[in-house]
């Protein structure tokens, strides 16, 4: 037996997103990002006058709104075709070629960033009060500001501009190769005399979470067996991408290249720092303790790194199809109202969702939210509660910035990283929540929990240990290290090894695992996750106690999109993340899940 995978034009038409949305046709898409290369290039007039008065700034920055939105649109379409069929050869052409033509754009724009970091700061701020109006776009104009002490020479900063698509090249190049070139064999499985199909949807989608210890263990020989053909290269591109930020941390004169990543996120060292040690030191334990409690389940003498996913009394699985799961969804968000709710149902009913699997589909899952039209939600939808938790996750981040795109102009919708995977995570909690309601069973109540521990084990083990390695890589590399695949493969695997101990057989293809994610290329960005979780579940207590003032104040923070800072979002929720106690709350709460789960697999 041997399931086909499918090509792209195979996939039903209801299985995928529809894109008419945003243009409805490619050669509508040509002719507007002709359009708005010259709005762009328009721009180029304020050049060297930008400053003379608070009219032409504000005039200045009105066309930058129009032009920015339309890029943002533009963007979006090329990377949305690109993520649906990666092996396309007219969605790799139009991806770079908007890569080179959105390069172009923001080098004839970087003279703004130039002329307004040149005012000292009393001219600055008179600027405001001469024109009240200007205070539309002064979050972005505070931001460019704040800059002022990093910036280089208007000449360099153009020149850096212009190199913005090679500069990029590394993550377009590992996201290309996954995609398009990364080919798995199939893989069999003796004892059932079966032949499967592997590639990364279907492996970290499927293959880790099956209930067959040996599917589990074939398909991860047989994933891994690929991933060492290109671990060097992988390395070589993974090292190309560190070089690059450390260099421009030197260049930019931060104290680190950590410090110049967390600057955009508007994160202390401190913040950083403490959610990563308090999370791989404290949760530990939990988590061993968690393994112990797996192993027995699952009658096996030793739990190996491949079996960490396995699903727990698998035969007890409440129907998880894509249209059962719809109204579960429906019924477990409800409790944010009306307005968040319908939402909710356009992206099931107008077809914002993805969730098919097809050969060149990007790997796991994510959302787009361009400005002024919808949000579009990528996944290969397996009928499993794990994907259905992830699709919660993926419209929380549609709920997230359907509402702050409506409340606020585009330069104000993204809040920080630190703050952005609260709302996604938000509603894998009240998900949980409200399964755990449905029945009160002790099985049920095991289930639940078990699905809930998919999610803190994905935001607070995956990604922290990212975060973990991340951490000692830019370290080693700020000291002149080589980041060769075996110094990669050597720090991922002892991240892990010392995180779960001996309560988990770890075999040295683990250390493969840094080749698996793409957010090693998008800045500081894996130990956003614990930070989101963190925050989410003190909130959700917050809900679970007080019902609809913290639900009516949790809704204006979402409203309030990237007009904030991130702490101060978090302090309009009621959670001070200056402090170790939400994050010690987190860990103390995944304690007493593993702790309940103990006594329910007794019992």
Known sequence: ?????????????????????????????????????????????????????????????????????????????????????????????????????????????????????????????????????????????????????HKLSPETEEVLASLGEALNAPYRTYSISKAADMKFDDFEVPTQDVTLPNSFALYETKYE???????????????????????????????????????????RNYPSVTEMLLHSQKVSLEMYNRQIDLIYTKLAPHMQKFAQIKKEALGQETLHYWDLKAPLDYSFNPPADYMAIKETLLKALSILGKDYLTIIERAFEERWIDYSDNIGKATGAFCASPYGVHSYILISYQESMRSAFTLAHELGHAGHFMLANKEQRIFDTRPSTYFVEAPSTMNEILLADYLMKQEDHPRMKRWVILQLMGTYY?????????????????????????????????????VIRTFWGDSVSIDEDAGLTWMRQPHYYMGLYPYTYSAGLTASTAIATQIFKEGQPAIDRWLEVLKAGGSLSP?????????????????????????????????????
């Open 458 to 494: 994905h935001n607070f083990v995956t990604h922290l240990l990212e975060a973990e390695f991340q951490r000692r890589v830019y370290a080693f590399a700020e000291q002149g290290g080589s980041l060769t695949s075996k110094f990669l493969c050597e720090t991922k695997l002892n």
């Open 209 to 251: 979470f099956s209930p067959d210890a040996e599917v589990r263990h074939m398909g991860y020989v047989g994933f891994n067996k690929t991933l060492h053909q290109y671990k060097n290269t992988y390395a070589s591109i993974y090292a190309t991408e560190v070089k690059k930020q450390v260099a421009l941390s030197k260049l």
């Open 567 to 603: 702490e101060a979002l978090l302090k309009s929720a009621g959670i001070d993340m200056t402090t170790a106690a939400p994050i010690e709350s987190a860990i103390e709460y995944v304690g007493s899940l593993i702790d309940e789960l103990e006594v329910l697999f007794k019992n």
């Open 1 to 149: 037996m041997n399931a086909k995978r499918l090509n792209r034009s195979e996939v039903p038409v209801e299985q995928t997103w529809n894109l008419v949305d945003l243009f409805e046709s490619r050669e509508t898409w040509q002719s507007m990002l002709e359009e708005n290369a010259r709005a762009f290039d328009d721009l180029t007039q304020f050049k060297g006058i930008l400053a003379n008065s608070p009219e032409t700034l504000y005039t200045c920055m009105v066309q930058l709104e129009a032009a920015y939105s339309d890029l943002v649109r533009l963007s979006t379409y090329a990377s949305l075709r690109q993520s649906e069929d990666g092996t396309n050869p007219i969605n790799q052409e139009d991806g770079m070629l908007l890569s080179s033509v959105s390069t172009t754009s923001l080098t004839k724009i970087a003279f703004i960033a130039s002329e307004i970091t040149a005012l000292d700061a009393e001219a600055y701020h008179a600027l405001y009060k001469n024109k009240p109006a200007l205070n539309t776009y002064k979050n972005y104009l505070d931001e460019l500001y704040d800059l002022k002490k």
